[in-house]
């Protein structure tokens, strides 16, 4: 099975930088996710890493260690609109996804 | 542009009673999934399907079960619900179950049995 940690709340204000870290362990990995889920909505994908080192797409960037287990989400520039719960999730061998329980980001003004 | 699509938005549905929630995508998708997401505990798995005609079981498929005739649907039954059942039910779909392959999330079923 997978055990998947993260923080359960994070406040930052608008323009700041917050990171999101995700630490887990496995019997088995293949990829991992990171999902953001607005109140009331369903899910929707981030980014996705399976090799060492960090993947950049605008704002948001995703850095992947499998040594250590250690993944974290960068949220740069925050605005109002990226108040929002962030998934980590871990693909095992069998290619089946578990769910950390998700960082609830609040972004002040 | 429909994507994933699941019925009903939300139910209360009394203990005992038979309920199934479907979930239709237009994607050609071949693997879908079945998640049950609860406070403070996340997106479990229910079930799966890698490909039509095939179904596997999750972390919590206890009391649910799951077909899959064609590749668009992907029903999930629950025979006899219980209080414990109650929650909101996701449907996702992915093109396949590896790769880069990411998931996409239907809007979600809420649902609560008294």
């Known amino acids: 099975g997978q055990n998947i940690d993260q923080p359960t709340e994070m406040t930052a204000t608008e323009g700041a930088i917050v990171q999101i870290n995700c630490t887990y362990q496995?019997?088995?990995?293949?990829?991992l996710f990171w999902y953001q889920q607005h109140a009331g909505e369903a899910p929707t994908f981030l980014s996705y890493?399976?090799?060492?080192g960090l993947e950049e797409k605008g704002r948001f960037s995703s850095f992947l260690s499998r040594s250590k287990g250690y993944s974290y989400l960068l949220l740069k520039e925050l605005q109002m609109k990226d108040s929002a719960s962030y998934l980590c999730?871990?693909?095992?061998?069998?290619?089946?996804?578990?769910f950390g329980a998700g960082t609830t980001v609040t972004v002040r003004a | 542009i429909a994507g994933i699509t699941q019925a009903p938005t939300s139910q209360i549905l009394a203990a005992g009673r038979r309920m199934t929630l479907r979930c239709t995508q237009d994607?050609?998708?071949?693997?879908m999934y079945w998640y049950r997401q609860d406070l403070g505990l996340g997106l479990r798995l229910i079930h799966y399907?890698?490909?039509?005609?095939?179904?596997g079981k999750g972390e919590v498929p206890d009391g649910y079960s799951v077909s899959r005739a064609n590749t668009d649907d992907f029903p999930l039954t629950l025979a006899s619900a219980v209080p414990s059942q109650t929650s909101v039910y996701f449907c996702?779909?992915?093109?396949?179950?590896?790769?880069?392959?990411?998931?996409?999330f239907g809007p979600g079923t809420r649902l609560t049995v008294l």
């Open positions: 496995t019997s088995g990995f293949n990829g």
């Open positions: 996702a779909s992915s093109a396949t179950s590896g790769g880069a392959d990411t998931q996409y």
């Open positions: 994607m050609r998708h071949n693997a």
């Open positions: 999730a871990v693909r095992d061998n069998d290619y089946k996804l578990s």
């Open positions: 890493n399976v090799l060492d």
């Open positions: 399907s890698n490909t039509a005609g095939t179904t």
